[in-house]
């Protein structure tokens, strides 16, 4: 048997064929840098994906399902597909960013039905790569439904979002993956995504592992194909790991109903920027003093954001004449505006509008509920 570094240096070879250049994206993995890689192995042409702050963690574990059974001997496209397969994996260690994530490693078909090899523990570049470097050689069948019935123990007290990778070539099954993967997302719902990559060109494997990625519902199933350089890679990670935040707000787009939220200011979880409504005394329009710290911020966020206006919409209760308190509304959202302008905001990017008593927050009927109605509420946009 070869040296174990002329075994890392052969695989390291052959990864050449299955990744690409590299980007401004990546950062450069050193050959010895044991905590990004396997001492020993050469992994230039894999590099890590750095992230920015439009990016944010996806999910809080992953999984591993790899096909050891015996077709993954077979050969595809001149290299043996366990190979391939192995070298995905890896390739993809090496490309998953900086995250604190739980992972694991299991495997079906040789040596025994299926072995959890690593994990479920802290995710380590090292600890995983070393898992899939001491995989054995491929032999068996392809009991994938075995390693989907001990995956529900694998995840049973793990907390937060999963994804679960499956690289096989999907040679010599039936439909019983698919049922048996269907009662592990029944219980874990939205927190289980699947994705599945196919190794080869089985037809019928191909739509094993589509119905198996489509039974996760928010999953995909991919090719090694599709993955063979750093781009494809990148992107297939960024998908499975990471979620987009255009705006660097912390909500991601999915689920952001405010998707160009200004720079610095603080969102809720739907992504819309907090401001608080200023309120008045009764028959007044002077600013009182906890209206300076909301006032305050917005003027710091309109001087960082300088292409952002805003509308100051003034409101009273329903105490007094129509007409009076028309008035008495455009009076505070100037004095809203007035503030601003002092804190070096142009006027022109302020519009102050009065709306009387038509617009009232909350009931009339009571001193606390007029209390509220007797207000500013501050409208920013970006026309």
């Known amino acids: 048997m070869l040296p174990k570094s002329v075994r890392y240096m052969v695989l390291a070879l052959g990864i050449v064929a299955v990744v690409a250049c590299a980007s401004t994206e990546f950062e450069h993995v050193s050959a010895t840098d044991k905590s990004h890689g396997i001492s020993g192995f050469h992994f230039d042409l894999c590099k890590k994906l750095v992230l920015n702050n439009q990016y944010r963690r996806k999910v809080d574990n992953f999984i591993i399902v790899f096909d050891c059974s015996a077709s993954m001997s077979q050969s595809y496209k001149g290299r043996i597909k366990f190979d391939l397969a192995r070298n995905i994996a890896l390739c993809m260690n090496q490309t998953i960013p900086d995250l604190k994530l739980v992972a694991g490693l299991r495997t079906f078909g040789n040596p025994v039905y299926t072995s959890l090899c690593y994990g479920m523990t802290r995710y380590s570049k090292t600890g995983l790569g070393d898992a899939l470097m001491a995989l054995k050689k491929p032999s068996g069948v392809s009991p994938l439904s075995f390693a989907f ?10 907390k937060g979002k999963t994804a679960v990778i499956v690289i096989s070539d999907g040679v010599d099954m039936n439909v019983d993956p698919v049922v048996a993967i269907k009662k592990i997302k029944d219980r874990k719902g939205d927190d289980l995504c699947i994705y599945t990559i196919l190794i080869g060109n089985d037809p019928n494997g191909k739509g094993i592992l589509n119905q198996i990625a489509l039974s996760g519902v928010c999953g995909f199933s991919t090719t090694a194909d599709n993955l063979a350089s750093a ?13 987009h935040d255009s705006d660097s ?59 952002l206006k805003i509308e100051i919409d003034g409101h009273t209760d329903i105490i007094g004449p129509e007409r009076y308190n028309d008035k008495l509304s455009v009076n505070r959202a100037r004095a809203g505006m007035n503030y601003l302008v002092r804190k070096g905001i142009a006027r022109d990017r302020i519009k102050a509008v009065g709306f009387g008593f038509s617009r009232p927050k909350t009931t009339n009927r009571t001193p606390e509920g007029r209390a509220k109605n007797r207000r500013i509420e501050l409208v920013p946009s970006r026309r």
């Open 149 to 158: 019935d001990a995956l529900e123990k694998d995840l049973w007290n793990v």
């Open 231 to 243: 781009g494809g890679m990148a992107d297939f990670v960024r998908k499975v790991f990471l979620e």
């Open 249 to 307: 707000d912390g909500v991601p787009d999915s689920i952001d109903n405010c998707p160009d939220t200004p720079k610095e200011a603080i969102v809720d979880e739907q992504g819309c920027w907090i401001i608080k409504d200023v309120f008045f005394d009764f028959d007044s329009y002077a600013l009182r003093p906890d209206a300076y710290p909301i006032l305050d911020n917005v003027a710091h966020i309109m001087d960082i954001n300088p292409d």
